[in-house]
């Protein structure tokens, strides 16, 4: 009796000394230094002073923890970024818990901001913009459009860990000017007029996936030129913007460099689109090489009557 209860204790303290002895799972990490150089790779050892990682081109190398801006857990198989690398665009590349551009949809705005010090410049088939963060929670830029240029500004609060609201606007002059009115119609310059565009909205989720709901007013007059059919001639008159909206845009992340977005509008009376609602379905892709983000995506205009017509849209998203 006294040998089998000798077996049973020797095979449990076998058992739970190989249970000890088990390792954990590598990790993974990315590697941030001083002066921006950035190595990746498996973590070996960490023994407080310095750190050895087994690094997919080098091998394994050591780097001192005192030279050391960050640490975080990247895919296995990332490659060190080159010593010019820019950290901020790495930093959104390997930051699991971020987006690249957060802060907005194709046009619309989410109430997420950039942080302070951040900003980027975007080209898209309606003009451009320069946005740019004054800190954590305030936007400003400049923005240019057929129909004029202007700035705009976004003041974001933060409700809840995964709930924001944001003011701001879109505030345009035309290109010839912002005279909508004199004693004498034909000393009016077509084009000439202002635009304002003041919005209110709620995002709900974090700077990966979340969707946001929308509230704006899109007002101002512009000078054009007017035909009269039945004298033939023409005249120049202000016409008036006056269209109450609402939007309805999501984002989801499908992969570790890209993100599906839908971006929708309903307006109460079509002035720019000549349809009340839009839709759009696209895909934002963040490419290594170029260090910018592209978006591609069908645009679905449709009419009141229930016709539609798929319009493509691209647009380029280059932060610094």
Sequence with gaps: MKHIIACCLLVLSAGFVGWGQEEESPRYVCITMQGGLIRCGTLVSDDGIQVILDTPELGKVMLYKSSMVRIEDAEPGTYEAPVEVDIMSQDRIIDKDRAIQSSRYLFAPSAHSLREGEGYWNLSPVGGNITYALDDN??????????????????????????????????????????????????????????????????????????????????????????????????????????????????????????????????????????????SFGLRRWSDSWKWTNELAFLVLIEEGGNARPVPWLSLTKPF
């Design 138 to 279: 305030t936007m400003a830029g400049l923005s240019a459009s057929w129909l004029g240029y202007g700035f705009t500004f976004k003041q974001s609060y933060e409700l809840k860990e995964d709930f924001r609201m944001s003011v701001g606007g879109l505030m345009q002059a035309g290109w010839t000017g912002t005279a909508t009115s004199t004693a004498n119609s034909d000393d009016l310059t077509v084009g000439s007029g202002y635009l304002f565009f003041p919005f209110l909205n709620a995002t709900k989720g974090d700077e990966n996936n979340n969707w946001t709901l929308g509230l704006g007013y899109l007002f101002g007059e512009r000078v054009e030129r007017v035909s009269s059919i039945p004298f033939g001639s023409t005249e120049k008159q202000a016409n008036e913007t006056n269209s109450p909206m609402i939007n309805l845009s999501g984002c989801v992340q499908v992969g570790s460099r890209a993100w599906f977005v839908t971006e929708n509008y309903y307006f109460f009376n079509p002035e720019y689109f000549p349809v009340n609602s839009v839709l």
